[in-house]
T-cell receptor, first 113, second 109 residues
Framework: EPEVTQTPSHQVTQMGQEVILRCVPI?????FYWYRQILGQKVEFLVS????????KSEIFDDQFSVERPDGSNFTLKIRSTKLEDSAMYFC???????????FGQGTRLTVV | AQTVTQSQPEMSVQEAETVTLSCTYD???????LFWYKQPPSRQMILVIR??????QNATENRFSVNFQKAAKSFSLKISDSQLGDAAMYFC??????FGTGTRLQVFP
């Protein structure tokens, strides 16, 4: 069964460092998403991406964040200068169409120290 | 602004019994989708059930069904014949952007 894969599963980084979280969406999907979940809290939408550009983004997704689909398969989330409060699980999801079924990856746990 | 509210932080049910998780939402859209996702301890989000707002019939997937009340903006999830494997966090979502705070479901043998 096709699945969304995320790497790494856990990343520890020092405050101020840049991190890149990687996602490989399901191959025929067109819509891509990043979400964040601070431990024990709600899932928060960060950004959606369609047709090689950002289609929507939340207030959380400020200038420190960027997304790319560099090679037609990977979908990356970059955090330029990490802060302690960026520590969270980051989930990638993809969908074949809008509002059908978003398939989630298993998440990357980011710990900023 | 679009919002999703899950007023039950925790629920518990005995195995084989039925439990209902509540969700209310607010949107000015007339056509939208609602979802229930399950997040087990493994943390991966799994779609449980989906409802299209223009469909009056409540969605059903095996032991999972919803009670969708569009006028009241309510979208509750009913789990029948609960199993130990149903224990998880359950998130209600409006479209793919707005999630509720989740309900932790415990299932007791």
């Amino acid at each position: 069964e096709p699945e969304v894969t995320q790497t790494p599963s856990h990343q520890v980084t020092q405050m101020g460092q840049e991190v890149i979280l990687r996602c490989v969406p399901i191959s025929n999907h067109l819509y891509f998403y990043w979400y964040r979940q601070i431990l024990g809290q709600k899932v928060e939408f960060l950004v959606s991406f369609y047709n090689n550009e950002i289609s929507e983004k939340s207030e959380i997704f400020d200038d420190q964040f960027s997304v790319e689909r560099p090679d037609g398969s990977n979908f990356t989330l970059k955090i330029r200068s990490t802060k302690l409060e960026d520590s969270a699980m980051y989930f990638c999801a993809s969908d074949s169409n809008l509002n059908t079924e978003a398939f989630f990856g298993q998440g990357t746990r980011l710990t900023v120290v | 602004a679009q919002t999703v509210t899950q007023s039950q932080p925790e629920m518990s049910v005995q195995e084989a019994e039925t439990v209902t998780l509540s969700c209310t939402y607010d949107t000015s859209e007339s056509d939208y989708y609602l979802f229930w996702y399950k997040q087990p301890p493994s943390r991966q989000m799994i779609l449980v059930i989906r409802q299209e707002a223009y469909k009056q019939q409540n969605a059903t997937e095996n032991r999972f069904s919803v009670n969708f009340q569009k006028a009241a903006k309510s979208f509750s999830l009913k789990i029948s014949d609960s199993q130990l494997g149903d224990a998880a966090m359950y998130f209600c979502a409006l479209g793919e952007l707005i999630f509720g705070t989740g309900t932790r479901l415990q299932v007791f043998p």
